[in-house]
């Protein structure tokens, strides 16, 4: 079966404009294509791939430029073979800040973009009651975001995210903000999840080990003017547990990328986890 492209960035080039009026050139000549995979037998299992780079050099605006939240000052982003012209329900996105509607509950939350849709209601009543067991919010269906930790806070966003079934899943440093013990549960829990899913998942993050973790293939971005400096592809099989983290390998791999990120020039900050 011949692959899919879902994502494509051609020559992409962003440049801001400071408050004093000079120009700040984020990203330049980004080129990056992610095809769908396939298994032997012919199903679809996506694709997870991984921007790393320091803070500042441009992560998050090639997530919004997929996202068509911005758009690129030069060069072409496209989906699925289509210009990018604005957000679509064919791609979702979570953010590092939980973006949760406070006065909705978690049901309420997950159910949103399904009444957006327009989806009949005994559909979505089992498409939430699905991911609310998946996420691993049973028990929570009628508490707000605001009584809810950090960890419970990105489950409830990345159902939402995964409700109206988007082909492409953005992720902008999502746990982020998390301690230790619940960033490695939830990496565990993405995982699980988007092996039952097959989206393209695209993740942004400045932690090398969580990045090999994750990755499929691993994009390394240099320092501003973001670009693509090196695609490092990740060998081992799925499904993963926390106990790759402890092969040889893994932290081979690992010292190559943060050795990688160490000869780009720039300022900007990694985080390595102890």
């Known amino acids: 079966m011949d692959h899919k492209t879902k994502i494509t960035l051609r020559n992409v080039g962003r440049i801001f404009t400071g408050a004093n009026g000079e120009k700040i050139e ?21 694709e997870f791939r991984v921007l790393l780079g320091p803070s500042g050099c441009g992560k998050s605006t090639i997530l919004r430029l997929i996202a068509g939240l911005d758009f690129p000052t ?20 979570v953010f590092q800040k939980y973006t949760s509607f406070a006065w909705l509950t978690v049901t309420g939350n997950i159910e949103y973009p399904l009444r957006i849709k327009g989806t009949p209601a005994a559909e979505r009543r089992e498409i939430v009651s699905r991911l609310i067991q998946a996420v691993g ?27 109206v079934r988007p082909q492409v899943l953005l992720m902008d440093e999502p746990f982020g903000a998390l301690d230790a013990q619940t960033r490695n549960d939830m ?3 993405l995982l699980r999840i988007w092996d039952e899913t097959a989206a393209t998942v695209l993740f942004v993050t400045h932690d090398v080990a969580e990045a090999v973790y994750l990755a499929d293939h691993l994009y390394i971005v240099g320092p501003r003017p973001g670009a693509i ?39 900007g900050q990694v985080r390595v986890t102890i």
């Open 137 to 163: 919010l049973a028990g929570f269906e009628n508490a707000y975001p605001h009584t809810l930790s950090g960890g419970m806070q990105q489950r409830l966003a990345i159902a939402r995210s995964l409700a």
């Open 187 to 189: 990496q565990t829990l």
């Open 26 to 46: 984020a990203l330049r000549d980004v080129n990056l294509e992610i095809e769908d995979e396939f298994s032997a037998d012919g199903r679809d299992v996506g």
């Open 229 to 267: 400096i090196e695609d490092i592809p990740v060998p081992f099989p799925r499904p993963r547990d926390q106990g790759v983290k402890e092969l040889k390998e893994f932290q081979e791999l690992e010292a190559h990328a943060l050795a990688r990120l160490r000869r780009a020039a720039g300022s």
């Open 74 to 93: 030069s060069g072409e982003v496209l989906v699925n073979g289509v210009r990018v012209t604005g957000p679509g329900s064919d791609r979702g996105m």
